[in-house]
């Protein structure tokens, strides 16, 4: 099985927004009817939750209430993976299902664990008697950052023992470790491995990791794409349960038996997709860092991130190819920082300052160091200067780099590529343009790489100067896809602006007060402000989802304050909203009411009956028009043009930066 341990074309613009939904985004409610008509209305098409949530061991893949679980309970899609700790797919998996839960959220996506030890990984069973330990003694947070600390460590042909259990479960939050480690000498979670174990037979689990998305099954290290389009295919059919009745706890059970019995039993048809490794893309190597002669034969293009832990997997078998190969491969490292990986760019920071300070030499002295697999690993601002100065740099110079993001300019010209080339996972390599994501094994590399070799020197033979190798290697291959775009249709007049009329470039946001991900996106629109100034107008589009019950309440309070006290009131009130830690219940929304010095009288008027809401439903309808499917979603728009750039989701700000250059540039023409 590509991408697991074995037990013994072009789309519409309109599906590849529904593929991308939720790309650090919420998505909406699954229902028939527009959100705003089920939150905060007088006869909501949504049954209220019952006050006991029934049972889930009827499912198509049971779920026990002992399995360890992230995530709400009414979340329309879950995903149940089996998986085993010392299987090198199961580790590959986990920065993935990190990038589902961070871009999905707990309200849309739920995680649950299965045990699934393989019998030939020695540590394995101990290590999922363990987990199980600490989840029954420290509950479902503990579990999982056990999890994070086993799949972190190098587990291939190692045996555990108490000790280290021990020492993850203290870190983890397990108060009484003592209890744990009675627990595992008389095999007290022993039957708890062994029931998980008997489920995976019960399903047809042949080898980790595996998951079931709504009982859906996907097999192995799969790529993100993957799990997005059939948790966007199960929120479809999560919705269309709903609108016919269906309670939202008991979506998963009925989806789940459904989606069990439409797969036959013996798993011919299961998604296993190998990696396409024959494409070649035609990856610029720009101005990064580069380790190797410019007439090698092979040119490895590695997208990374400091504090990934696949990424420091992977820089042993970089070794290994450096010494086998010597001067025949070229080394380029650009930059990936993942955005729920925070000492990422920092990192990132301090390398290239090191770069700027000393040259190439001394960042990939300070890139070994960095990716150094040590267990008093530190990846602190005084960690990151002190580890520089070693390498020629000032510390002072490193602390104001990470402070100022000095070499912001650099990364984001790193991230667009990544974003060019579908990189979506650390690390990500393209060997001579042919894409090997993940932490794969020497094998996979030299497979490539002696193929490649082949090719080059056939074109050395026919004339191709050295130096020109890559270059001619690459220059047929796929280049960076064009944006996705819309037609625009039907977009509300009048909705809060802010910004010059005439500027160059709109950008729409279809969003929800009470959605994180809006929330978090708000750093990024302030910076792109602050970049474009009058040359970018925002306009907002309300799109409150049914999953958030301050949701329809807040917009309709900053819709009165605009009404009262022109866009200003608005903009005052969305920024309030959008504050860590704000609060959305009705007592806050007065207080910010007062605060803009509101007439109260006509407010609680407007907030007690049913004011805005045709402004509310025209901006849903605008958006089912335009096939957006969660927030925040963006529309980068320039002057006078008749269809729009989309971006889905809370995005870096390079993402936004290419789009909106794009859009000044042909609003200019």
């Known amino acids: 099985m590509p991408g697991s341990t074995a037990i013994g074309s072009k789309v519409t613009a309109a599906a590849a927004i529904l593929i991308a939904a939720c790309g650090g985004s919420t998505a909406r409610s699954p229902s028939n009817a527009p959100a705003v008509a089920q939150v905060g209305s007088a006869s909501p098409s949504v049954s209220p939750p019952p006050s006991a949530a029934p049972p889930e061991d009827s499912a198509g893949v049971p779920i026990a209430p002992d399995d360890p679980t992230w995530g709400r309970r009414a979340a329309p899609v879950t995903i149940v993976e089996f998986a085993d700790f010392q299987c090198p797919y199961c580790a590959q998996a986990e920065s993935t299902v990190a990038r589902i839960r961070d871009m999905y959220g707990p309200d849309v996506v739920r995680i649950v664990w299965k045990n699934c030890p393989l019998p030939f990984h020695q540590s394995a069973r101990p290590l999922a008697e363990a987990a199980a330990g600490v989840h029954a003694l420290a509950g479902d947070a503990a579990f999982w950052s056990f999890a994070g600390a086993a799949f972190a460590a190098p587990l291939q042909g190692v045996t555990l023992d108490k000790e280290q259990y021990a020492g993850w479960a203290k870190q983890a939050g397990v108060k009484d470790v003592d209890a744990l480690l009675a627990g595992l000498k008389t ?11 008997a489920e995976a037979r019960a399903v047809g689990v042949q080898g980790t990791p595996a998951f079931f998305v709504n009982g859906v099954r996907l ?3 799969q790529p993100f794409d993957t799990f997005r389009a059939v948790i966007d295919q199960q929120l479809t059919a999560a919705r269309a349960k709903v609108a016919a009745g269906e309670a939202l706890e008991r979506v998963y059970a009925v989806l789940s038996k459904e989606n069990v019995a439409a797969q036959p039993p013996d ?10 490794t024959k494409t070649v893309f035609n990856v610029p190597v720009g101005t990064s860092p580069v380790r190797g002669p410019a007439t090698a034969l092979v040119t490895i293009i590695e997208f990374a991130d400091y504090q990934c832990g696949f990424c420091i997997h992977a820089e042993e078998v970089m070794k290994e190819l450096r010494a086998d190969y010597g001067d025949k491969l070229r080394f380029v490292f650009r930059n990936e920082p993942l955005p729920f990986h925070d000492r990422a760019e920092p990192a990132a920071e301090a390398a290239l300052e090191v770069r700027a300070a000393k040259g190439d030499a001394a960042f990939w002295a300070m890139h070994d160091a960095l990716l150094d697999d040590s267990p008093n690993r530190d990846l602190g601002d005084d960690a ?7 390498f020629g740099a000032k510390p002072d110079k490193v602390r104001a780099a990470i402070g100022k993001h000095t070499h912001a300019a ?8 990544a ?4 990189v979506d996972a650390t690390p ?15 094998p996979a590399f030299v497979a490539i790489i002696d193929e490649e070799i082949a090719k080059a020197q056939a074109l050395l033979a026919a004339g191709t100067k050295p130096t020109g190798i890559y270059d001619a290697m690459v220059k047929s291959g796929v280049g960076a896809p064009e944006p996705v775009s819309v037609d625009l249709k039907d977009l509300p007049l009048g909705d809060p602006a802010k910004g010059p009329a005439g500027a160059k470039v709109t950008i729409h946001e279809f969003a929800d007060f009470e959605c994180p991900y809006c929330q978090r996106a708000e750093p990024t629109l302030k910076q792109v402000a602050a970049r474009f100034g009058d040359k970018v107008r925002f306009v907002w589009h309300d799109l409150p989802l049914a999953i958030h019950d301050d949701a329809v309440p807040a917009a309709r309070a900053a819709r009165e304050a605009r009404a009262q006290r022109g866009d200003a009131a608005f903009w005052t009130l969305h920024d309030r909203f959008f504050v860590p830690g704000a609060r959305l219940d009705r007592a806050s929304l007065d207080e910010g009411a007062r605060a ?5 009288t006509k407010w609680a008027a407007a907030l007690d009956g049913d004011a805005h809401m045709p402004e509310l439903q025209a901006d849903q309808a605008a958006a089912d028009a335009l096939g957006f499917q969660g927030t925040p979603t963006f529309l980068v728009v320039p002057a006078h043009a008749k269809a729009g750039y989309v971006v889905v989701g809370a995005q870096r700000y390079a993402k936004f930066r290419k789009l909106i250059d794009r859009a000044v540039s042909e609003a200019g023409r």
């Open 187 to 197: 095999d007290e979670w022993a039957t708890k491995v062994d029931a998980d174990l």
């Open 219 to 221: 097999v192995g290290a």
């Open 267 to 276: 798993h011919e048809d299961d998604d296993e997709k190998p990696q396409d």
């Open 384 to 390: 990151l200067a002190h580890l520089a100065e070693t």
């Open 410 to 417: 650099d990364i984001d010209a790193d991230e667009e590529t």
């Open 419 to 422: 974003d060019d080339f579908q």
């Open 428 to 442: 990500h390599f393209f060997i001579n343009g042919r894409r090997l994501v993940g932490s794969q094994p020497k």
């Open 596 to 600: 803009l010095k509101l007439d109260m």
